[in-house]
């Protein structure tokens, strides 16, 4: 079975802090994926990366940044959190071409007051 | 820009009902079309859809799709309480790897 694990499942951080939000998957997954979801917007895409070292933005990229070093590994970065930020956060990953099912990690409930 | 849109946004049933939820969408170059059950956490994948007309089943759920009026319909008979979750609806293109995903729906099954 696909794992992929996100570091922590709930967090509170403080405006203007910078927050690292960290995503693990064990399946060799060359694409991996994080979105927020909000009451009333669904599952939006902030960032993706499909190789170590490439990104590419997603619908929603301001105030974020992401990092992938290792193939496994994908942090998505607050530079400076605000409140609007506050919000679910999901890892995903999946294969590279034609293989579109993505796989999802439990989630980060980030609050920032 | 692709476009996922996903009714009714919530639906309250008693258990052993039958629902229908439903999810159109507008995409360049379709691909595929997934449906997601996400409980308190993690959305876990139900089904992949990429051909009109073909019933796709697992136990008590089942979808299909019809490319051609751009919806696909995901039932549930016999509802449980277990059932309980908000099901999402994500359409893929061809070229790619984003799913584009809709609001989703969130099913209550009262006992």
């Known amino acids: 079975d696909v794992k992929v694990t996100q570091s922590s499942r709930y967090l509170v951080k403080r405006t203007g802090e910078k927050v690292f939000l960290e995503c693990v998957q064990d399946?060799?997954?060359?694409?991996m994926f994080w979105y927020r979801q909000d009451p009333g917007l669904g599952l939006r895409l902030i960032y993706f990366s499909y190789d170590v070292k490439m990104k590419e933005k997603g619908d929603i990229p301001e105030g974020y940044s992401v990092s992938r070093e290792k193939k496994e590994r994908f942090s998505l970065i607050l530079e400076s959190a605000s409140t609007n930020q506050t919000s679910m956060y999901l890892c995903?990953?999946?294969?590279?071409?034609?293989?579109?099912?993505?796989?999802f990690g439990p989630g980060t409930r980030l609050l920032v007051l | 820009e692709d476009k996922v849109v996903q009714s009714p946004l919530s639906l309250v049933v008693h258990e052993g009902d039958t629902v229908t939820l439903n999810c159109s969408y507008e995409?360049?170059?379709?691909?595929?079309l997934l449906w997601y059950k996400q409980e308190k956490k993690a959305p876990t994948f139900l089904f992949m859809l990429?051909?009109?007309?073909i019933e796709k089943k697992s136990g008590r759920l089942s979808s299909i799709l019809d490319k051609k009026e751009l919806f696909s319909i995901l039932n549930i008979t016999a509802t449980q309480t277990g059932d309980s979750a908000v099901y999402l609806c994500a359409v893929a293109p061809t070229s790619g790897s984003r799913l584009t995903f809709g609001e989703g729906t969130q099913l209550t099954v009262n006992p």
């Open positions: 995903a990953s999946s294969l590279l071409f034609g293989r579109e099912t993505q796989y």
């Open positions: 995409v360049t170059n379709f691909r595929s």
């Open positions: 990429t051909s009109s007309g």
């Open positions: 399946m060799d997954h060359e694409n």
